[in-house]
């Protein structure tokens, strides 16, 4: 079973520039979250999609977006990037909305020049 | 305000010792509280715990759920350097996972 993929692997952007992530959660799959982690800090919540609707979201402001299509595949957008938006971004999906496991992908480290 | 927080922080033991990771919880709508360990990027997934008193094992790892105290314990016996990592606790409520800020477990040869 494939886990849980992210892409890219690593990014490069200067400010005020507009990146997108990607997420492809594990088959079968509905909820999908992504997470920031700056260096050496912990998961900070972004989003939450289920079932194509974003369910929640962390304390971010309003240029993080994202969105998840009809095959649970989700995208994260970061317009006006901040140098301090560079971080780890996880990826993780669940089979339901509470009460498994999620599964992380490997993250997209992105760098803000 | 839900909360989840783990202790110690920080921890550097020997190989071959025992060590026990705390994480304690204040939410509002208790489902569930779950295990990862994550070294370089992704967390892996560790253990799922609902009911109490159960202990859930896999290989060296254990651990367990006290709803009366509002607590979990993971232990880790025998420990080996490959344990050296950030052990998080999530805590399932209300639809959102709330996580603790992690334990930095060092194992030194």
């Known amino acids: 079973e494939a886990g849980v993929t992210q892409s890219p692997t690593h990014l490069i952007k200067t400010r005020g520039q507009q990146a997108t992530l990607r997420c492809s959660p594990i088959s079968g799959h509905t909820s999908v979250y992504w997470y920031q982690q700056a260096l050496g800090l912990g998961l900070q919540f972004l989003l939450w999609?289920?079932?194509?609707?974003?369910?929640n979201r962390g304390n971010f402001p309003p240029r993080f977006s994202g969105r998840q299509f009809p095959n649970y595949s989700s995208e994260l957008n970061v317009n006006a990037l901040e140098l301090e938006d560079s971080a780890l971004y996880l990826c993780a999906s669940r089979i339901r909305a509470y009460n498994s496991p999620l599964h992380f992908g490997n993250g997209t480290r992105l760098t803000v020049t | 305000e839900d909360k989840v927080v783990q202790s110690p922080l920080s921890l550097v033991v020997h190989e071959g010792d025992t060590v026990t990771l705390n994480c304690s919880y204040e939410?509002?709508?208790?489902?569930?509280l779950l295990w990862y360990k994550q070294e370089k990027k992704a967390p892996t997934f560790l253990f799922m715990l609902?009911?109490s008193g159960i202990e859930k094992k896999s290989g060296r790892l254990s651990s367990i759920l006290d709803k009366k105290e509002l607590s979990s314990i993971l232990n880790i016996t025998a420990t080996q350097t490959g344990d050296s990592a950030i052990y998080l606790c999530a805590v399932d409520s209300n639809y959102q996972l709330i996580w603790g800020a992690g334990t930095k477990l060092i194992i030194k040869p």
């Open positions: 939410v509002t709508n208790f489902r569930s």
């Open positions: 999609y289920d079932e194509g609707e974003e369910r």
């Open positions: 609902t009911s």
